[in-house]
């Protein structure tokens, strides 16, 4: 079979490209691995060179050597994503192939840019892809169920620089999540089916990597007896491992101590709102009825950080919902936050809902981002909305907050940790909030 050049492309907004001749923009403990885009490289057939290109970290040469090119994108990215794909096919005559959540979701909007689209997991696509086009055959779409985990080939991380993302070593060991929340893409994009690999397979690729190893798992305890056991076998290895994790682990004293024995520094957790009816209607069951700072202490006091993540926008919501987290999350000294515009992604049931309502006014897809407000909120101004999130970013990464939650997090994490991840990420912030403007003391809630 000929040797096919395959070029995959990963673009980001005009806030975050690198032009020619600049360097990656804000904090790399900001920028996490490519680990997708390394794990479709894996499953390509022994034909075809990949090469990986991270809009965020270098800059897109159109002329460069390839026969075909692939994108990959999420909603956010998908104008410039046809912008990109439009050039490589109109000006230089190379065919492009899509894949990601978007045209997994958008299938038909999606191959108006592209010569074929994978919808679903790429490992389930590629090698027919491959095959298809080397003879001249490529197909309009292809579709993939999710993929058994059992087996899969190992991503090469030499195919990206790794001093331009966290320093971490990444991996999988689930993928996929079994709720069924109507505004995540993640749960609809794997179909609400909840998969996991081999525990030998994970113990024997992390044997393979460094000491600090981030699992790219959208709920590394959804199977609690998976969880007991990989955690139980991890003991012996002496990682430092980082994942996202469902707030459940708080409940389950003996998983949380399994998780920390095994090296666990910090937990990205979807705490989502301070609401049981946001909860409700988000039809977010597994935090119903969570004493949120209960578990958060229980978490701490196993030497564990938290990164919690916070939705705002949810029909309960009101214009006091921004200072009535923002005094949760001092007084719980979570380490670090990701706060968030709440975002309808097509594909989602939420998306479905909101249209029929009418109260989606904006699908400009650049604005799916978080950072904007594209639906009306039902007990709030859309503006509220919008300064409200910035304010809650703001107030939380002061340079007096940040310096208390340095120190106080140092009674209960490991110093090196502290040093070495809750301070750069909390720094990152304040530079991104900075660049955006949200730094400024004239940033308030507009009501």
Excluded at 366 to 384: A, C, I, N
Aim: hydrophobic share 40%; aromatic share 10%; charged share 25%.
């Amino acid at each position: 079979m000929k040797r096919i050049k395959f070029v995959l492309i990963n673009p980001t907004s005009a806030t975050r490209r690198v032009q020619a001749g600049g360097r990656a923009r804000g904090s790399r403990f900001l920028r996490y691995s490519m680990l997708s885009s390394l794990c479709v490289a894996a499953s390509m057939p022994p034909y075809v060179e990949t090469k990986i290109i991270d809009e965020e970290v270098e800059p897109i040469d159109f002329e460069v050597d390839a026969d075909v090119i692939g994108i990959s994108f999420m909603t956010y990215n998908a104008p410039r994503a046809y912008e990109i794909a439009d050039r490589f096919r109109h000006e230089k005559g190379k065919p492009v192939i899509f894949g990601g959540y978007h045209p997994t979701f958008m299938p038909e909007e999606a191959s108006q840019h592209a010569d074929a689209v994978c919808i679903g997991e790429a490992e389930g696509n590629v090698l027919q892809m491959m095959e298809d086009f080397a003879t001249g055959t490529l197909k309009q779409f292809y579709r993939s169920e999710p993929v058994n985990l059992t087996g899969l080939p190992r991503p090469n991380p030499a195919l990206i620089r790794k001093k331009d993302y966290a320093p971490v070593d990444v991996l999988q060991a689930t993928r996929g999540c079994s709720y069924q929340c109507n505004f995540c893409s993640v749960s609809a994009f794997h179909h609400h089916r909840f998969r996991t690999r081999p525990v030998a397979e994970v113990i024997d690729e992390l044997k393979s990597i460094g000491r600090y190893v981030l699992f790219i798992d959208d709920s590394i305890t959804g199977d609690q007896e998976y969880a007991r056991q990989l955690f139980t076998e991890m003991i012996p290895l002496g990682k430092r491992w980082f994942s996202q994790c469902n707030i459940g682990i708080a409940d389950d004293e003996k998983l949380l101590h399994l998780a920390s024995r095994s090296g666990s520094q910090g937990l990205f957790i979807g705490f989502e709102t301070l609401a049981e009816a946001g909860l409700r209607s988000w039809k977010k069951r597994a935090n119903l009825g969570k004493d949120y700072l209960a578990a958060v202490r229980k978490i701490h006091a196993a030497g564990i950080g938290i990164c919690a993540a916070f939705v705002f926008g949810s029909d309960a919501d009101t214009p006091d919902v921004f200072e009535r987290t923002l005094e949760f999350l001092l007084e719980a000294n979570v380490e670090t936050l990701q706060a968030t515009r709440l975002t309808p992604f097509p594909g989602t049931p939420l998306f479905a809902e909101l249209d029929r309502q009418g109260r989606i006014f904006d699908k400009d897809w650049s604005h799916y981002d978080f950072d904007h407000v594209v639906f009306e909120p039902l007990h709030m101004r859309r503006e509220t909305l919008d300064t409200g999130v910035a304010w809650v970013l703001r107030q939380f990464h002061t340079r007096r907050r940040v310096t208390r939650r340095v120190l106080k997090s140092l009674q209960y994490l490991n110093p090196v940790i502290v040093l070495g991840g809750v301070l750069p990420i909390n720094l990152g912030w304040r530079h991104r909030l900075a660049v955006e403007g949200n730094l400024r003391q004239g940033a308030t809630i507009v009501v």
